[in-house]
Nanobody
Framework: QVQLVESGGGLVQAGDSLRLSCAAS????????MGWFRQAPGKERAFVAQ????????HYADSVKGRFTISRDNAKNTVYLQMNNLKPEDTAVYYC??????????????????WGQGTQVTVSS
């Protein structure tokens, strides 16, 4: 199973940008579709974005479309989430996750078998 470690979170102001990274170890990331999810206090974990194993397909939640960009560098075994024009409602713990390429493309949380520990993103108004 792949191990995932997120980094890059922090405290920023509305309108700022952050780039999150998710580094993998144990197995090559090219064996997985990758996703980013987030969980705000008192809310369920929610889908943010996903990218196919070769990077050719991406999918975003409506709330982040046009502001966030998911990408991957399989040679570096790393997935990224570039977040621009951040809003206070983007405040959450952000998790990266991996799912087998045989899984449905629909971003069902239960299909993602490996998760990182999360990184906090706080956006002040």
């Amino acid at each position: 199973q792949v191990q995932l470690v997120e980094s890059g979170g922090g405290l920023v102001q509305a309108g700022d940008s952050l780039r999150l990274s998710c580094a993998a170890s144990g197995r090559t990331l090219s064996s997985y579709h990758m996703g980013w999810f987030r969980q705000a206090p008192g809310k369920e974990r929610a889908f943010v974005a996903q990218i196919s194993w070769r990077g050719g397909l991406t999918h975003y939640a409506d709330s982040v479309k046009g502001r966030f960009t998911i990408s991957r560098d399989n040679a570096k075994n790393t997935v990224y989430l570039q977040m621009n024009n951040l809003k206070p409602e983007d405040t959450a713990v952000y998790y990266c996750a991996a799912k087998a390429t045989s899984s449905s493309w629909y971003p069902s949380l239960g299909d993602f078998g490996s998760w990182g520990q999360g990184t906090q993103v706080t956006v002040s108004s």
